[in-house]
Each structure stands twice: as C-alpha cells, then as structure tokens.
C-alpha cells in the first residue's frame, strides 16, 4: 500500500504498510577500498549489514563491556554505538562511560570482537529531527485501509528512534509537524530556531513527489524560478484542471521549502532527506535544494528497495536499510533490527484477544467456520464472505472490523487480519485463533534518520582513529 501519490498536496512520505517486498534489483559489487567517498563506501557496508541476521561476537571484550553491548533493554541504546570508520574500513563499537560539564562525552573504544583499543573524548554535533509526532490509528484511502503498524506510536517516534540507536551521542531537536504545520513552512521554522542553536545536520521525511518524466524540465535549468517551470510543464501536459492545479500547488509549495533548504545549506548545515516511496516513475522534488542528502532504501537482501523514488544518482547517493519487521520482547517491541526493545509497552495489555478463538468476537460465527473451511482450500469463497464484512463506520469507531491481504505468491485471498478495538492487529492462525501480528514498516523515511546519524557520528569520530 502507499500512502503518498506523485501529485498530492502535502503528503508526507510516510512508511508502507504490509508484506515487504523482496525483488532482486541489481546492486553493487564494489569493495570498500575500491569505493572512493563516505557515502559510496557506507552503502557497500550498509549493504552488508541489510543481509546480515544480528549475530555479533564480542570473544575479546570484557565482562563489563560485553553486559553493555549484548543488554538489549530499551536504555540500552544510550550506552552505545556501532561505528563504521570509512578511514581504514573497520567497525568499531564506541561505549559512554561519562559526560563533562563542558558537554564532552568520555567514551571507550573498542574493536568489532571488543577489544579495547583506546579512550577518547568527542564533542556531540546537533541533529533536528522535522516530523510527524502526532499518532494515527486507522486511515481509509481510496477503499483501501492503513493501519498503524505498531499501537500507539508515531512516525516519527520511530524515525527519531532509528537515529538514536545509531548515534546516541549526539543532541537531538525535535521540530513537529502536525496539524496547525504547513510541511513547506517547516524549514522556514528550522531556520529561524538555526539562529539560536548550533544546527549540524537535520533529517526530513517530506516527499512532494512528481512524475519522474518531469525530471527533465528542472535538471539543467539554471533558474530558480520553479514556478515559471511548472506553468510550462501545465501548458504543454495537462487538459485537465483540476490535476493541473495539484501540480502547480505542489511545486509552488515545494519551491517554497528548497528556498529555506538552500538557506540552511548555505550555513554549512547537511540536510538528509528521504528520496520518496512513489517507486521508479517519480522523483522527489524537494532534493532539488543545494547540496541536499538524498537518502534510498535497501531490502533485507540489500538490494535497492522497488518502492524507492528519485532513482537518480545526482538526487539519491546515500542507501541504508529501510525495511523492518518489528518483534516483541520481554519489555515491549523492536523494530529496529537490534534485538533490543525500541518501545516500551505492555504487550500482553495490548493484546489482550491473543490465543481466544475469533468466532466469539466477529459478525457470525456460522459465516466464520464456513470462511475458516474455505481458506484451507484456498477458496475464493474466502474472499467473497470477508469482503462484506469490511465496514468503513466501524472502522473509524474503532469497532471491529476485518480486512485481507492478496497473497502476491499464490494470487489467493488466503491470509486474514483482524483489526480490534484502536488499531491492534490480529492473525488468525489455522485453529481459528487470534494471534499478534505486526505488519512490516518499511519506507525511506526510515533509511534517512540512520544515514543522518550514522554521518554525524562519523564527524564528531574524525581525527580519533
């Protein structure tokens, strides 16, 4: 499912919602060495990190090092950071022991098997986070339901999250976007809060996406006058009005942004922002801004992601991971891929339906066990009962509600989901039973916050090792 459009005012580019997608795209076969920037080096890493399984070996740390290092508690990610050193391709894990008055943090040194190589002071760079902080539950688009994919926690809860587990040594800024913001007007914000605080790099998630085929027509114009541009692009593609008026909205908004991005950048501050999740027709527009950071997504195989926008390599250099399939622990939810618990909640609470029989809280338990036998045989029948029961008002009453899945392997309607009460998902096992799921996250949007951070980490790094 997608949530932003090519031509749609305002649309923040949010994450997809449901069963990742795992086509092969080509990728690079290049070695560290062989690569010659930070970036073209930290996507092979990021590449091979996407296809690896969280299984490190810390042989040569020491007891109290590797109880910090394998603790997967929710503070745990205060304590910590994986670091990968471009200079000389090593990974090393760096560990806060204090802070000083003067904001220094004292930090240990260690080697991928956690060895201790040294101590060190760094001083924390200043990240703005510019987000969605307001928490959504259900959202009806064109027929088709999206569903938050972990309760009670907003986009950009977890956009932050995946920056911190990243570089939890830096200060971060939270700049929100909600309801009484206008998206465009969010950089003029940031600027004026650059003027009171040492701003060194900012993360947005803001895709105004348009149809890749329009690329042209901006690429080498000189002219910052995206206005005079889009009334060209209107006159010479557009009968319709309506469609016409949504293009020109939203470059005339987005023009607006790269104006307050070309004033940050001009201070010397990196901006990151996500390169869309429209796919390979569309571009994001706002990465036309100077010297911006366009960050895409990789796959759990570490390939590029099929969803990704702005597949063009002046707009998008920067790739990290940006599909993730959250899991409980004993404390909450990790969504992260750490192991660790990135949310802290009560799952047992949450799910409090886990393990009773969905016949006892649907719409007809005749209908359900007729339903339940034409799913073992893969019946379209299946289909054709549960599909009545989608009721939108309930849907947004937060009542009960059902809704199914094409499975994109067998081309059937075989896999139920039962959405209860505000948000919570459910599966419905063999035995009729429900069962937590957590739909997957994935987006661009996630992949941006990591490399942001991964990029200030790294400066704050410089001339230590």
């Keep these: 499912?997608?949530?932003?459009?090519?031509?749609?005012?305002?649309?923040?580019?949010?994450?997809?919602?449901?069963?990742?997608?795992?086509?092969?795209?080509?990728?690079?076969?290049?070695?560290?060495?062989?690569?010659?920037?930070?970036?073209?080096?930290?996507?092979?890493?990021?590449?091979?990190?996407?296809?690896?399984?969280?299984?490190?070996?810390?042989?040569?740390?020491?007891?109290?090092?590797?109880?910090?290092?394998t603790d997967k508690s929710y503070d745990a990610a205060s304590k910590r950071a994986k670091w990968f050193n471009p200079r000389d391709c090593k990974v090393y894990y760096i560990i806060k022991e204090s802070q000083d008055a003067n904001g220094q943090i004292n930090v240990r040194i260690l080697?991928?098997?956690?060895?201790?190589?040294?101590?060190?002071?760094?001083?924390?760079?200043?990240?703005?986070?510019?987000?969605?902080?307001?928490?959504?539950?259900?959202?009806?688009?064109?027929?088709?339901?999206?569903?938050?994919?972990?309760p009670r926690i907003s986009h950009g809860e977890m956009v932050s999250r995946f920056a911190f587990v990243t570089n939890p040594f830096a200060n971060y800024i939270h700049v929100k976007i909600d309801k009484e913001t206008d998206p465009?007007?969010?950089?003029?914000?940031?600027?004026?809060?650059?003027?009171?605080?040492?701003?060194?790099?900012?993360?947005?998630?803001?895709?105004?996406?348009?149809?890749?085929?329009?690329?042209?027509?901006?690429?080498?114009?000189?002219?910052?006058?995206?206005?005079?541009?889009?009334?060209?692009?209107?006159?010479?593609?557009?009968?319709?009005?309506?469609?016409?008026?949504?293009?020109?909205?939203?470059?005339?908004?987005?023009?607006?942004?790269?104006?307050?991005?070309n004033k940050l950048t001009k201070k010397g501050i990196k901006i990151f922002i996500s390169g869309g999740n429209g796919g390979k027709d569309s571009f994001n527009m706002n990465l036309l801004g100077k010297k911006v950071q366009g960050v895409g997504s990789l796959d759990k195989n570490g390939h590029l992601s099929t969803f990704n926008s702005s597949k063009i390599n002046s707009l998008v250099k920067h790739f990290e991971l940006g599909e993730y399939k959250p899991i409980e622990t004993k404390?909450?939810?990790?969504?992260?891929?750490?192991?660790?618990?990135?949310?802290?909640?009560?799952?047992?609470?949450?799910?409090?339906?886990?393990?009773?029989?969905?016949?006892d809280f649907l719409i007809d338990k005749n209908e359900f066990k007729r339903a339940l036998k034409a799913k073992k045989q893969s019946s379209m029948e299946f289909y054709e009962i549960f599909a009545t029961w989608i009721d939108?008002?309930?849907?947004?009453?937060?009542?009960?509600?059902?809704?199914?899945?094409?499975?994109?392997?067998?081309?059937?309607?075989?896999?139920?989901?039962?959405?209860?009460?505000?948000?919570?998902?459910?599966?419905?096992?063999?035995?009729?039973?429900?069962?937590?799921?957590?739909?997957?996250?994935?987006?661009?949007?996630?992949?941006s916050p990591i490399r942001a951070a991964k990029y200030t980490l790294n400066e704050m790094m410089k001339g230590i090792i």
């Design 1 to 69: 499912m997608i949530i932003n459009t090519f031509i749609h005012k305002n649309n923040l580019n949010y994450v997809y919602f449901g069963k990742n997608n795992t086509h092969k795209s080509s990728s690079t076969k290049t070695s560290y060495k062989n690569s010659s920037s930070w970036a073209l080096k930290t996507n092979v890493f990021a590449m091979h990190e996407a296809k690896k399984d969280i299984k490190e070996n810390f042989r040569h740390a020491s007891k109290e090092d590797y109880k910090i290092l």
């Design 111 to 150: 080697t991928q098997s956690g060895k201790f190589v040294k101590n060190a002071k760094i001083k924390p760079k200043t990240i703005v986070i510019a987000d969605k902080f307001e928490t959504e539950g259900y959202a009806i688009k064109d027929g088709s339901f999206e569903i938050q994919p972990i």
């Design 184 to 261: 465009f007007k969010i950089m003029e914000k940031v600027e004026k809060l650059s003027q009171d605080e040492n701003i060194d790099v900012i993360n947005f998630s803001w895709a105004d996406l348009l149809p890749l085929e329009f690329y042209e027509d901006f690429k080498f114009k000189k002219t910052n006058n995206y206005v005079k541009i889009a009334q060209k692009i209107i006159s010479k593609e557009f009968e319709n009005d309506k469609e016409a008026a949504e293009l020109f909205c939203t470059i005339n908004e987005s023009a607006k942004l790269i104006e307050d991005i």
């Design 331 to 359: 404390d909450g939810i990790s969504y992260t891929k750490t192991g660790q618990t990135d949310y802290v909640c009560d799952t047992k609470k949450i799910f409090s339906l886990r393990g009773k029989k969905a016949s």
């Design 392 to 447: 939108e008002k309930k849907l947004l009453s937060g009542r009960q509600a059902c809704q199914l899945f094409l499975d994109k392997n067998t081309h059937q309607y075989d896999n139920l989901y039962v959405t209860v009460g505000d948000w919570i998902t459910y599966k419905i096992n063999t035995e009729g039973e429900l069962v937590p799921y957590y739909l997957s996250i994935y987006g661009t949007s996630f992949a």
